[in-house]
């Protein structure tokens, strides 16, 4: 089966400062990654639509300038937290959907104090 | 490891058919279990279930937990086409120091054909 992997899977950071997770598909290539979003007891909330070669597709109400994406390869994605606050703080998961199924990667937890 | 396993991986039906989803698990520390929908984008929720034997409905969808046997069914009736989806089940487990790590399976895939 496909198998994607974040990187870190947790993170602390101090208010301000600003957070880089990693998303890459290990044994397919991937030109489309998504990134959710999951606070605690509630349901994954879709971020953007990670798009190889081109700009990032953002949900309604995500701030682009604030999560930035970047996908350069065939195999890697980034979401970089800008400036990041507690309100930040939360589940970071990221998925890919090569063979018509959604793999997701195990996620990354996120503090910021 | 935790791990959690759905089956059929996918499965096709008729409209007004009944549906059984299954998914299992082995997790340390479990503290619930969740189903969600996908179609197109983000999965959306459906249920989450802490404990056993009480179940959960939601219009024509329902679901049960049995911690014993380490499982969970999430049942759809009268299956519609709108009900062609992505099922997938979600466990999260670990200590609570830890976060609220989720284990996804690769999901169901539901086909309802009219």
């Known amino acids: 089966g496909a198998v994607v992997s974040q990187h870190p899977s947790w993170v602390i950071c101090k208010s301000g400062t600003s957070v880089k997770i990693e998303c890459r598909s290990l044994?397919?290539?991937?030109?489309?990654m998504f990134w959710y979003r999951q606070f605690p007891k509630q349901s994954l909330m879709l971020m953007a639509t990670s798009n190889e070669g081109s700009k990032a597709t953002y949900e309604q109400g995500v701030e682009k300038d604030k999560f930035l994406i970047n996908h350069a390869s065939l195999t890697l994605s980034t979401l970089t937290v800008t400036s990041a606050h507690p309100e930040d703080s939360s589940f970071y998961i990221c998925s890919a959907n090569p063979f018509e199924t959604q793999y997701f990667g195990p996620g990354t937890r996120l503090l910021v104090l | 490891e935790d791990k959690v396993v759905q089956s059929p991986l996918s499965l096709v039906v008729h409209e007004g058919d009944t549906v059984t989803l299954n998914c299992s698990y082995e997790v340390t520390n479990f503290r619930s279990l969740l189903w969600y929908k996908q179609e197109k984008k983000a999965p959306t929720f459906l249920f989450m279930l802490?404990?056993?034997?009480i179940e959960k409905k939601s219009g024509r969808l329902s679901s049960i937990l049995d911690k014993k046997e380490l499982f969970s069914i999430l049942n759809i009736t009268a299956t519609q086409t709108g009900d062609s989806a992505i099922y997938l089940c979600?466990?999260?487990?670990?200590?609570?120091?830890?976060?609220?790590?989720?284990?996804f399976g690769t999901g169901t895939r539901l086909a309802v054909r009219p």
């Open positions: 979600a466990v999260e487990a670990g200590e609570k120091s830890s976060g609220d790590k989720l284990t």
């Open positions: 802490t404990s056993s034997g």
């Open positions: 044994d397919f290539q991937a030109t489309t």
